[in-house]
């Protein structure tokens, strides 16, 4: 999952708004669910040897459940679908 979410940030440049709309509401619902995701994760992934810088805060998914981690979740829309 953890790389799944990477390789989407790698392209998201790509991304539709619809799709990029998207990803922040399962963003917004990892986020929600961080405690039960990285205690979850915390079974097969040890999070306090990622190397993944903090902007990939989904690698530092303990410190978002505690609170710890600051991290940004920016939609930008194409000016063209700003109504």
Known sequence: ?????SDLERVVHELTEDQKMKLSEYDLKLIDNAKIMSEHIQKAYDFSVSDHPLSEWWWHLDLVANGKSPFNLNVELEPDEVK
């Not at 999952?1 to 979410?5: A, C, E, I, P």
């Open 1 to 5: 999952m953890l790389h799944r979410r």
